[in-house]
């Protein structure tokens, strides 16, 4: 009888250690969860903080006061507009009405297979991996 109530005791013994241990545990990852927590907490507010600080610097009056103050500006007069007859004549085109497309023929150099919606797509045929596909 003394052995099985010394076995008892120290299965009790062992439990209350075990249910201990896991109260440790838990209150150490409670914590933790908490600090956790309170970082998100003091980081959403430093964000808030860094948002209306922006705010601040990016208010349309502050830039204007600013770059009437630091930058030499003049308000513009309508005579420093011209006239659209006295642009220049637009450059002369050098490539011919028949000739093909020099980029295009660059772009074909680099991969045939490019389709750049310039000029329209060759036909598909049977033969070709592609309309393989399609067929199945």
């Given at each position: 009888?003394?052995?099985?109530h010394?076995?008892?005791?120290?299965?009790?013994?062992?439990?209350?250690?075990?249910?201990?241990?896991?109260?440790?545990?838990?209150?150490?990852?409670?914590?933790?969860?908490?600090?956790?927590?309170?970082?998100?907490?003091?980081?959403?507010?430093a964000?808030?903080?860094?948002?209306?600080?922006?705010?601040?610097?990016?208010?349309?009056?502050?830039?204007?006061?600013?770059?009437?103050?630091?930058?030499?500006?003049?308000p513009?007069?309508?005579?420093?507009?011209?006239?659209?007859?006295?642009?220049?004549?637009?450059?002369?085109?050098?490539a011919?009405?028949?000739?093909?497309?020099?980029?295009?023929?660059?772009i074909?150099?680099?991969?045939?297979?490019?389709?750049?919606?310039?000029?329209?797509?060759?036909?598909?045929?049977?033969?070709?991996?592609k309309?393989?596909?399609?067929?199945?």
């Amino acid at each position: 009888m003394r052995l099985i109530h010394l076995l008892v005791i120290g299965v009790l013994v062992f439990a209350a250690a075990y249910v201990y241990r896991i109260k440790m545990e838990s209150t150490s990852r409670t914590e933790r969860v908490l600090r956790l927590q309170a970082d998100a907490r003091e980081q959403r507010e430093a964000i808030a903080a860094l948002r209306a600080e922006w705010a601040r610097l990016d208010a349309p009056m502050r830039l204007q006061g600013l770059a009437e103050r630091h930058l030499p500006l003049k308000p513009i007069a309508a005579n420093q507009f011209d006239q659209f007859k006295a642009l220049p004549e637009r450059p002369a085109n050098f490539a011919k009405p028949g000739d093909p497309d020099p980029i295009g023929a660059m772009i074909d150099i680099i991969d045939p297979d490019i389709i750049t919606g310039s000029l329209p797509a060759p036909p598909m045929t049977s033969t070709s991996p592609k309309g393989a596909e399609d067929e199945r």
